[in-house]
């Protein structure tokens, strides 16, 4: 399943199937990029950062792409789990900015069907 | 350890109460968060602690008063609040302020009433 993060704050995958959820950022200038879960009744969780100096970087069962032509972030989400339910927010930071620069997208809210 | 720990949980207050949000951490961080979330949107950055000092105030009214005692403690006094203040307060760590991820605990959920 895909989602187009702002335009499609909802994301429905079965079990099993892989998951992406788009983030387009707001800033050219913008060097560092992050991505956390929230599940309900928790905070935010860090699940997988990258600087602008990378396309892509993996983690387990997850990869961000990011390309900085279109200022487009994307999470994919390998053999998704009910688990992984959650929303997930991107966010970015400009450069030369500290953590009080940190900019958070809207956010996409994962379901998984089992 | 490597939690940032919240108390309380949740908090059901009056208009005219004063109470404070308690945030500890034992990861050695020296800059700690205060950020407020509405429900269903992201969160929004209220202060900034860099080593023991506010070093960003996003425009927050004053009946909102933070306080870092220690570099483990993080404290937010509330005082005359409105019913539209009600909404999740999360506290987060980080190493430095430098960009890298954040420590978030997992908030107090505050009603005014």
């Known amino acids: 399943g895909e989602s187009v993060g702002l335009h499609l704050p909802t994301l429905s995958v079965q079990e099993g199937d892989n998951s992406i959820i788009n983030c387009a950022y707001s800033n050219s200038a913008s060097d560092y990029f992050i991505w956390y879960k929230q599940e309900s009744g928790k905070g935010p969780q860090f699940i997988i950062d990258?600087?602008?100096?990378?396309d892509k970087r993996q983690g387990q069962r997850v990869t961000v792409l990011l390309n900085k032509t279109v200022k487009h972030l994307s999470l994919q989400i390998a053999a998704t789990q009910p688990g992984d339910s959650a929303v997930y927010f991107c966010a970015e930071i400009l450069g030369g900015g500290s953590q009080g620069n940190l900019i958070f997208g809207k956010g996409t809210k994962l379901s998984v069907k089992p | 350890d490597t939690e940032v720990t919240q108390t309380p949980k949740h908090l059901v207050m009056g208009m005219t109460n004063k109470k404070s949000l308690k945030c500890e951490q034992h990861m050695g961080h020296r800059a700690m968060y205060w950020y407020k979330q509405k429900a269903k949107k992201p969160p929004e950055l209220m202060f900034v602690?860099?080593?023991?000092?506010?070093?960003i105030n996003e425009s927050v009214p004053s009946r909102f008063s933070p306080e870092c005692p220690n570099s483990s403690l993080l404290n937010l006094h509330l005082h005359a609040l409105q019913p539209e203040d009600s909404a999740l307060y999360l506290c987060?760590?980080?190493?430095?302020?430098?960009?890298?991820?954040?420590?978030f605990g997992s908030g107090t959920q505050l009603s005014v009433l």
């Open positions: 987060a760590s980080s190493p430095t302020p430098e960009p890298e991820k954040l420590f």
């Open positions: 990258i600087r602008s100096n990378m």
């Open positions: 602690y860099s080593y023991e000092k506010l070093s």
